[in-house]
């Protein structure tokens, strides 16, 4: 089979390796560009939300590189995403093209469904071949995890602009050509030097944002305009509420969600509005809690767990004293005008951080 596969954030360099060792040949996604959307806008309904165009495109973009095969996955409960696999297929039928679509619910809401697309990807593997396989991908995916949280938190203080990125780009290299548990885990110390070696004013004291929202738009850096790496240039450290890590444990592995954030939500929102909605209201408070500047909410236009959320931002963000700044993006939105609302939210940072001093 020759796969394709959604681009979200580091995912790729994991997806690859294991399509590659189940013995199947990845037609691995590059970073989606603004024709990956224009693309897969021209086909999706009004109506349907930046994620769902940007993997549109992107598995256009795979079946003219002759992919024949698309693996998707989505959630479950009131989000939309859950027939995300079935419309995207659909869509892709009527332009005159029939690849075998794989479409994987989280393993804990349909077993035995799991299993029977696991056996399709694993061809001729053994099972015990596959847990190898997984092992080694969960030891990078778990590097990654580590690298970008290290970025995150260098950028502000790098003496030279891009830097960090330029840092964070070669270890990602390192890490996407090696294969065995030992070439990663040398490849992981590579690159977490990599970044340990940029020259950084060590007396700065950055501001702490915290980054919220769908998940889609958190992880993608082309779907939310590469606001880690603006805030970084801004002097903000950041920190996701989502990594591919706790997503897979919490969300791919569970069926609970994560619940430092859900406990936290209950009181206003007790129950789970689909997506990551009911998240969004626990991570205000919990960045509160733990003396965050900020928090940056990243959501589709016509996100509808997302919305929900915004609706208790204002409230909260009074109640626990935390700035909020709400980001809805499609393919309208544009990088000027979100560059300048974070400008504009890192300027009321740093006077609430003065003000608190006097």
């Not at 990243?298 to 959320?309: K, N, Y």
């Not at 309208?332 to 003065?354: C, H, I, K, S």
Request: hydrophobic share 40%.
């Amino acid at each position: 089979m020759k796969i394709t596969y959604p681009h979200m954030g580091t995912f790729t360099l994991v997806a690859e390796q294991l399509v590659e060792e189940l013995g199947q040949e990845s037609i691995t996604p590059t970073r989606p560009t603004r024709r990956t959307l224009a693309l897969g806008a021209r086909y999706s309904p009004e109506f349907a939300c930046i994620p769902f165009k940007i993997c549109l495109g992107t598995y256009l973009e795979g079946l003219e590189k002759g992919a024949d095969t698309i693996i998707s996955g989505g959630g479950y409960g009131p989000c939309r995403a859950g027939l995300y696999g079935e419309i995207h297929h659909r869509i892709i039928n009527d332009l005159g093209y029939k690849p075998h679509v794989i479409f994987l619910w989280p393993p804990l809401k349909r077993p035995l469904d799991f299993i029977n697309k696991v056996k399709i990807l694993k061809g001729s593997s053994s099972w015990l071949h596959l847990v190898k396989v997984l092992r080694k991908c969960w030891a990078k995916l778990s590097a990654l995890d580590e690298m970008e949280m290290l970025a995150q938190d260098i950028r502000p203080r790098e003496l030279v602009k891009g830097d960090t990125t330029r840092a964070f780009n070669q270890g990602a290299a390192f890490l996407k050509s090696a294969r065995t548990l030992m070439e990663i885990r040398e490849a992981r110390e590579a690159a977490l030097q990599q970044l340990k070696n940029v020259d950084q004013n060590e007396e700065a004291v950055p501001l702490k944002v915290g980054i919220i929202g769908e998940i889609y738009v958190q992880l993608e850096p082309f779907a939310n305009f590469y606001v880690e790496e603006t805030l970084g240039h801004m002097g903000a450290a950041v920190r996701r509420s989502i990594y591919l890590t706790n997503f897979t444990r919490h969300d791919v592995l569970s069926t609970k969600g994560d619940m430092r954030s859900r406990k936290l939500a209950e009181p206003y929102m007790p129950l789970r509005i689909g997506g990551h909605g009911q998240n969004s209201i626990g991570d205000v408070i919990r960045y509160s809690r733990l003396g965050y500047d900020g928090v940056v909410q990243l959501a589709p236009f016509s996100c509808i767990p997302e919305i929900v959320a915004k609706s208790m931002m204002p409230y909260l963000s009074n109640q626990y004293g935390i700035p909020v700044l709400t980001l809805f993006i499609d393919e309208q939105t544009g990088q000027t005008g979100v560059q300048t609302r974070l400008e504009a939210f890192v300027d009321l940072m740093d006077q609430n951080r003065e003000h608190s001093r006097r």
